[in-house]
Structure formats: C-alpha cells, structure tokens
C-alpha cells in the first residue's frame, strides 16, 4: 500500500459556455456518475494506491473557487482532473488558484479535450502532465514514476513538457484486455448526488458501460470511428450484481452503441432476466435491428428506458451525416419499444450543412410521429476531433480553430461554432424552438400525461424549463450558470470526506 494523497475531480462547468437543454427532456434526476473518474480510482487502488478520493464538481454544480477551496483542504499530492472542450474557462480559473494554494501538487489533465489539444494545454501552464486516450492503465505508471521521483516520460498514452522544454507526448496502448479493466469505484462518490426520476419514484441511479467506442462515422460526433470493444456479459453482469449488493435500483448503460450486436445483446437480456431481484435500467440504443422481439425481452428483464439517437428525419441527412440508420427501422424501433411499455427518449439535430429548411421541417414532423416520450433537439454545435469541425476549418482556413485559441485564452463569452452565418443560425435556433413548441404543446402530448413522470411539480418545472427555452432560445441561455454558496452544504453532506 502506497500513500500518496490522490484527489480526481472533474471541472466545474459554471463559468463559461453552457449548452441548455430544458429539463422537462432529460431525466429529472440529480446527476451522472462520473464513471471516468470511478474507472481511473478503480485502477489505482487495485494498484495499491489506497489513498484515492473523488469529487464530482459537475454535480455539486460549484464554481472554480469553490472547487479550488474544496480540493485544497483534502491536502492531495496528486490532482487528476477530467476537461471536456466546453469546461476551459473554468478549468485556467481552477488550476491558477490550485497552483497558488498547492504549489507542490502534481496537476494532470485528461477526458474528452485533452486528446484534441495536448500540446496547448501543456503550453499553457494548467498542468504538470496529461493523458490521450484512456487513462486506467496510464495514471497508474503516472504515479508510481511521481512517487519514485522519477520523470514521467515515455509512458503510454501521457503527454509532458521535457527538460528541453520540448512537449513530448507518447502515444497511448491499445486498451487491450476490456474484461481486465477494474470496475468502476462507487464507493468514492456520495450516492445521494444521483438518483433518477425518469419512472415514478426517484431511485438511487449509477451508470454503468459495457463497451468503450464506436465504430460507426457520424460526422458530428467525437466517438466516431474508435475502436470498439464489448466485454462479455459474465464481466458486465459480474458488475451488475455488485451495483445490487450496493443497493442501487436503477442501472443506466451510457455506452455510444450498447446493441451493435443483437446476439451480445440477446444474451445480455437473458441475464438481466434471470437474476432474482430484477433492477430497473435503461440504456442508449441503436435503432437498428432493434424489434419486437428484442424490445419484449427487454421489458421483461426490467428494462424500463431506452435514449434512441435518430438526429434527423431525412433519409437524405440520414446519408450525408454518416449515422446510418434507416428512416423505417426507427420508426419500428420505436413502435415496439412503446408496445413493450418501455419509455423513450430520443435525440435530434438540426443545422447540419447544407441541410435546408425543409428538412429541418422534416426532422420535427418525424419526432412527432415516432411519438418517444420525450425528444431532445438541439442546434448543431461543432466539437473539435469531428468530422465537421474538420471540414469547417478547411473551409476557413489555417487561422481558423476556435477551441485552439479557447484553450490557449478562455473567454467567458465563447460560444461554441456553428457551421452556418447569423442568419442561418438565426433560423435553426427559431426551428429548434418551433420543434420543442410543437412536440411538448400539443394537445396529444399534453393530455397524454408523459411529461408528469416524477410527479406533477417536477412535470411543471420542466414545463417552465421549456417556456424559458422557447423565449430565449439556446443561445440567450448559454452563459454563467449561478451558483449557490455550497461548500458549508456539501462539507456537512460529505460528513467524513471533507
Ligand atoms: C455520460 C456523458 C455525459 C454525462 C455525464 C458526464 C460525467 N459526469 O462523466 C452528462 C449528461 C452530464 C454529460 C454532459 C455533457 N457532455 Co457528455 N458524455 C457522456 C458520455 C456519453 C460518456 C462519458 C463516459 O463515461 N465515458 C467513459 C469513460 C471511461 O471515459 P472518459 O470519461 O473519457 O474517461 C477516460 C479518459 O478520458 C481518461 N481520463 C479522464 N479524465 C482523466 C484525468 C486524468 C488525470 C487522467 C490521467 C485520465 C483521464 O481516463 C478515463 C478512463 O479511461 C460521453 C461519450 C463517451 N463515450 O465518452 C459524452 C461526451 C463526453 N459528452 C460530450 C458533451 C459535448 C457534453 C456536453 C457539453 C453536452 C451538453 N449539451 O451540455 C456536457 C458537458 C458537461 C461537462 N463534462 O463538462 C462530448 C464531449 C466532447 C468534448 N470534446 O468535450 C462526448 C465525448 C460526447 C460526444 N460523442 O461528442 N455527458
Ligand atoms: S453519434 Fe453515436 S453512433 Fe454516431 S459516432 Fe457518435 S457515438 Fe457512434
């Protein structure tokens, strides 16, 4: 057992750039487990490192001070902290008061932003090292070499500033053996934080993943074309049964395409069903070969919603957006899921290049008649290691990468790229709210009760969510988030933690 102090911890999203989605859409629960972290916590106690804690500063919704003033009281000598590519404004806040109150501590960065621009990151003084890629395996050389006092370079998948000021990043492993990987350590988070509400009672929720990547090639999405693995359904159910003993009735699988393989997924089923304190889950499907059959066995193992991503409802967006998935077998999809009672939610985008008004039309019209319980749309936004991305900086040329100069400088008032001109832009956030209007408002939606799972109070909450959305738009929405004076709250919450 080693004991070096370690604190992971993901960055507060408070101060800079925010995308709204009203809450009558998403599950009324109080947050996502941050499973990153728990992997990463996981690998290092199964190391040896016994001193690991966790603090989910998405969640507790604080803003850098607070999450600053909170870290440094748990003294750690080794701070992991998770970036994704919206979070920079907040993280130069967090990390400059971090550096003052720990000078000693080893700051390292990683998660979704950290593969896209290692090299700024590292420049721009906000951490001593970084991980590309997955990080189980790396963070636990990271700190074996930190506590050896040795230079942490060459280690597969961790990224440096060497002594001759030199950024040297070294490419990561392939993930190898998935089955090998620790389950995440719930134990580390105050389970309180996460319950869900999407059935009729709030339930004590936890996430869960059974593959890592996608091999599919939406042009939107920075999973598109990773490599993908699933691990056997003996490990997943292994992990399943350890929620159970932990007491958590509601399982939530986030993988980016959990049944790619109807035959994994058939057995999956099985097994859910065969376990004698069934649980309620819900997972993020595919439509794709998704039919009666699969959604009765689903629904008699307990599942009870499935998150459908369709994006659009043109067969030819369908095409040119590389999803891949047919008009028809959405509709199917979604027509057996309702008859098995499972809830559904699905996804939209509107705003694609070269995608026209018509279409965008065709994209509500759609949602409605998949009839899902409950839609998502949201104006496309441009993520760095996207395909689009990719394209729109050709087409603008070598000056053009608006998350570079955001990492490197990060303005409260950032808003995230959009492929269109202002006027366009003007006209997809008008249809993103005429979508929700027409979906939520309509006398079939409203008279059919959907919108009140959670209760009546949390169904007119959600109902204010989405005026306030469809006054303002998306984009008057985007900005600082407030905040409470929380630390005393959570320091009496965490009881021993902190
Ligand atoms: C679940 C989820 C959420 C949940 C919960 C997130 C959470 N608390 O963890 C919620 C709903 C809150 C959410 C919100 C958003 N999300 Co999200 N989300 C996901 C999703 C589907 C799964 C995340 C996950 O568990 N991954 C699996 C774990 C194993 O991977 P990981 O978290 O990246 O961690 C590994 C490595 O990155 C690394 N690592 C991570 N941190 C560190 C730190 C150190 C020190 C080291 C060494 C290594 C390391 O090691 C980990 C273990 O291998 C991903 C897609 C995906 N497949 O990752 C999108 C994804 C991360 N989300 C995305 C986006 C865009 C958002 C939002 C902006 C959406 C919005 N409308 O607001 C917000 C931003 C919130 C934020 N993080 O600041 C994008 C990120 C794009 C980007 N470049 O930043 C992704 C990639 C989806 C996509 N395909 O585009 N999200
Ligand atoms: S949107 Fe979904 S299916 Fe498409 S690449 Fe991303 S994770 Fe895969």
Same mark, same amino acid.
């Given at each position: 057992m080693t004991l070096i102090k370690i604190l992971l911890v993901n960055t507060p999203l408070t101060g800079g750039p925010q995308i709204p989605i009203p809450s009558v859409a998403v599950d009324k629960g109080t947050g996502n487990m941050p499973l990153g972290l728990l992997y990463l916590a996981a690998a290092l106690r199964t190391a040896g490192f016994a001193d690991v804690q966790v603090l989910d500063f998405l969640t507790l919704g604080v803003d850098p001070t607070q999450a600053a003033e909170m870290a440094a009281r748990l003294h750690p000598d080794f701070l992991g902290i998770t970036v994704c590519s919206l979070s920079c404004y907040d993280l130069a806040?967090?990390?400059?008061?971090?550096?003052?109150r720990m000078p000693a501590c080893h700051i390292s960065l990683g998660g979704p932003h950290t593969s896209n621009y290692p090299d700024i990151l590292l420049q721009a003084g906000y951490c001593d090292s970084l991980c590309v890629g997955y990080g189980e395996r790396a963070i636990v050389e990271l700190i074996r070499r930190l506590e050896r006092k040795e230079k942490p370079a060459n280690i597969p998948g961790i990224g440096v500033i060497n002594k001759n000021n030199e950024i040297d990043i070294c490419p990561p492993d392939p993930l190898g053996d998935i089955d090998a990987i620790a389950f995440p350590d719930r134990s580390l988070v105050n389970r309180a934080l996460y319950s869900s509400w999407l059935v009729d009672r709030p339930q004590s929720a936890t996430a869960l993943l059974t593959s890592r990547g996608c091999p599919f090639g939406c042009t939107f999405c920075s999973q598109s074309h990773t490599p993908h693995a699933q691990r056997s359904v003996a490990n997943v159910m292994a992990e399943v049964e350890s929620c159970l003993v932990q007491d958590f009735t509601m399982l939530y699988f986030e993988d980016d395409s959990m049944n790619l393989h109807p035959e994994w997924m058939n057995e999956f089923v099985r097994a859910m069903g065969a376990l004698p304190q069934k649980p309620d889950w819900a997972f993020r499907g595919r439509v794709t070969n998704f039919d009666d059959d699969m959604a009765k066995a689903c629904a008699r193992s307990g599942c009870v919603r499935i998150n459908f991503g369709i994006e659009s409802g043109s067969e030819e967006m369908q095409r040119k957006i590389g999803k891949g998935i047919k008009l028809g077998d959405a509709l199917t999809a979604l027509r057996a899921t309702k008859n098995a009672g499972i809830a559904t939610v699905c996804y939209f985008i509107m705003g694609f290049p070269e995608e026209t008004e018509a279409q965008m039309r065709q994209t509500f019209d759609f949602a409605r008649r998949l009839d899902a319980d409950y839609a998502i749309f949201s104006p496309l936004y441009l993520f760095p290691g996207t395909e689009l991305y990719r394209r729109e900086k050709q087409k603008r040329g070598p000056d053009y990468d608006p998350y570079a100069d955001y990492t490197r400088k990060p303005t409260a008032d950032f808003v995230p790229p959009t492929p269109r001109g202002m006027v366009a832009q003007q006209?997809? %956030?008008?249809? =993103?709210?005429?979508?929700?209007?027409?979906?939520?408002? %309509?006398?079939?939606?409203?008279? %059919?009760?959907?919108?009140?799972?959670?209760?009546?109070?949390?169904? =007119?909450?959600?109902?204010? %969510?989405?005026?306030?959305?469809?006054?303002?738009?998306?984009?008057?929405?985007?900005?600082?988030?407030?905040?409470?004076?929380?630390?005393?709250?959570?320091?009496?919450?965490?009881?021993?933690?902190?």
């Amino acid at each position: 057992m080693t004991l070096i102090k370690i604190l992971l911890v993901n960055t507060p999203l408070t101060g800079g750039p925010q995308i709204p989605i009203p809450s009558v859409a998403v599950d009324k629960g109080t947050g996502n487990m941050p499973l990153g972290l728990l992997y990463l916590a996981a690998a290092l106690r199964t190391a040896g490192f016994a001193d690991v804690q966790v603090l989910d500063f998405l969640t507790l919704g604080v803003d850098p001070t607070q999450a600053a003033e909170m870290a440094a009281r748990l003294h750690p000598d080794f701070l992991g902290i998770t970036v994704c590519s919206l979070s920079c404004y907040d993280l130069a806040e967090f990390t400059r008061l971090l550096r003052r109150r720990m000078p000693a501590c080893h700051i390292s960065l990683g998660g979704p932003h950290t593969s896209n621009y290692p090299d700024i990151l590292l420049q721009a003084g906000y951490c001593d090292s970084l991980c590309v890629g997955y990080g189980e395996r790396a963070i636990v050389e990271l700190i074996r070499r930190l506590e050896r006092k040795e230079k942490p370079a060459n280690i597969p998948g961790i990224g440096v500033i060497n002594k001759n000021n030199e950024i040297d990043i070294c490419p990561p492993d392939p993930l190898g053996d998935i089955d090998a990987i620790a389950f995440p350590d719930r134990s580390l988070v105050n389970r309180a934080l996460y319950s869900s509400w999407l059935v009729d009672r709030p339930q004590s929720a936890t996430a869960l993943l059974t593959s890592r990547g996608c091999p599919f090639g939406c042009t939107f999405c920075s999973q598109s074309h990773t490599p993908h693995a699933q691990r056997s359904v003996a490990n997943v159910m292994a992990e399943v049964e350890s929620c159970l003993v932990q007491d958590f009735t509601m399982l939530y699988f986030e993988d980016d395409s959990m049944n790619l393989h109807p035959e994994w997924m058939n057995e999956f089923v099985r097994a859910m069903g065969a376990l004698p304190q069934k649980p309620d889950w819900a997972f993020r499907g595919r439509v794709t070969n998704f039919d009666d059959d699969m959604a009765k066995a689903c629904a008699r193992s307990g599942c009870v919603r499935i998150n459908f991503g369709i994006e659009s409802g043109s067969e030819e967006m369908q095409r040119k957006i590389g999803k891949g998935i047919k008009l028809g077998d959405a509709l199917t999809a979604l027509r057996a899921t309702k008859n098995a009672g499972i809830a559904t939610v699905c996804y939209f985008i509107m705003g694609f290049p070269e995608e026209t008004e018509a279409q965008m039309r065709q994209t509500f019209d759609f949602a409605r008649r998949l009839d899902a319980d409950y839609a998502i749309f949201s104006p496309l936004y441009l993520f760095p290691g996207t395909e689009l991305y990719r394209r729109e900086k050709q087409k603008r040329g070598p000056d053009y990468d608006p998350y570079a100069d955001y990492t490197r400088k990060p303005t409260a008032d950032f808003v995230p790229p959009t492929p269109r001109g202002m006027v366009a832009q003007q006209m997809i %956030s008008r249809l =993103v709210r005429l979508a929700y209007l027409r979906f939520y408002f %309509s006398p079939h939606y409203l008279f %059919s009760g959907k919108g009140l799972a959670g209760g009546f109070w949390r169904g =007119v909450k959600g109902g204010l %969510s989405l005026l306030a959305y469809l006054l303002c738009g998306p984009k008057k929405l985007i900005g600082r988030r407030k905040t409470k004076d929380i630390i005393n709250g959570i320091e009496l919450r965490f009881g021993g933690i902190l």
